[in-house]
């Protein structure tokens, strides 16, 4: 499979990316065909505080040393809630220098997205504010900004309805 410079995929690179196995040494890390390869860049975008599969994908995606989390971008709307359990989980894991960004409000969301209660408990007293990383307000302009300013191909991991991902297009159609 080849690579444009900048390619939009979805949550199969990560199942892809998670098949590379882990170097031995630093940050060493062996393609699939046994190539050593440096860890690729990727923007996560991620409707995360519904059901638990994109935690558990988030978990899986810091556990993966052939994955470079460049940001973590909310999608699908309900940016706070979503940015807390995305700022909470990179915290309380040791990532908590990870970009954040939020996406934009999206009226379907309200409406169809009936598990939002789930992960609201884990985070009903945590403030955005708290988080040591960077909180990109316009998660949109902050997955053009990373893509066009990285000297790398960045991959974004999509793992949800991608308003955000969208509104990122409209900006800057060259991302694609
Ligand atoms: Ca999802």
Redesign the pocket.
């Known amino acids: 499979m080849s690579f444009t410079r900048r390619k939009v995929l979805t949550a199969s690179a990560l199942t892809a990316g998670a098949c590379a196995i882990r170097g031995l040494f630093g940050n060493t890390v062996f393609g699939a065909d046994g190539a050593k390869t440096s860890p690729r860049p990727v923007i996560l975008a991620?409707?995360i505080g519904?059901?638990i599969?994109?935690t558990w994908a988030l978990a899986l995606l810091l556990k993966s040393p052939e994955l470079d989390l460049k940001l973590a971008v909310t999608d699908y709307g309900v940016p706070l809630y979503r940015g807390k359990i995305l700022a909470k989980f990179l915290q309380t894991t040791g990532h908590g220098q990870t970009p954040i960004g939020l996406g934009p409000e999206y009226d379907d969301a309200k409406h169809s997205d009936g598990a939002l209660a789930r992960q609201a408990p884990w985070v009903k007293d945590y403030d955005l504010e708290q988080y040591k990383g960077p909180v990109h307000h316009d998660g949109a302009k902050a997955i053009v900004e990373v893509i066009m300013r990285s000297p790398q191909r960045v991959t974004v991991i999509s793992?949800?309805p991608p308003p955000t991902v969208a509104a990122a297009l409209a900006i800057e159609p060259r991302i694609a």
Do not use: K, V
């Open positions: 991620t409707d519904g059901d599969d994109d793992i949800g």
